[in-house]
């Protein structure tokens, strides 16, 4: 599994490269419950309705579905 030392601070934006949303596969924000909030794309995601809070990117492959990285968000006014 793949450790991020820190959280990525966002405020208004999500970005996200393209390599992080490959053929095949999907990424999700969730909330600290794990309830999904939204699907993301790749490039800019607009976060700026959310409530400031921490949330979490889930990546999935395409194949399997299983998370295939998670990365810690905090999302700021």
Known sequence: SRITP?????RGLLCLPASSVG????????DVTGRKVM??????????????GIYFVR???GVER?????TK???TR
């Open 6 to 10: 820190a959280a990525t601070v966002v």
């Open 73 to 75: 968000v905090v999302v």
């Open 59 to 61: 990546t999935a492959s």
């Open 23 to 30: 053929r095949g596969a999907s990424s999700v924000l969730l």
């Open 39 to 52: 699907d993301l794309k790749a490039g800019e995601n607009d976060v700026s309705r959310l409530a400031p």
């Open 66 to 70: 299983d998370a295939s990285g998670v």
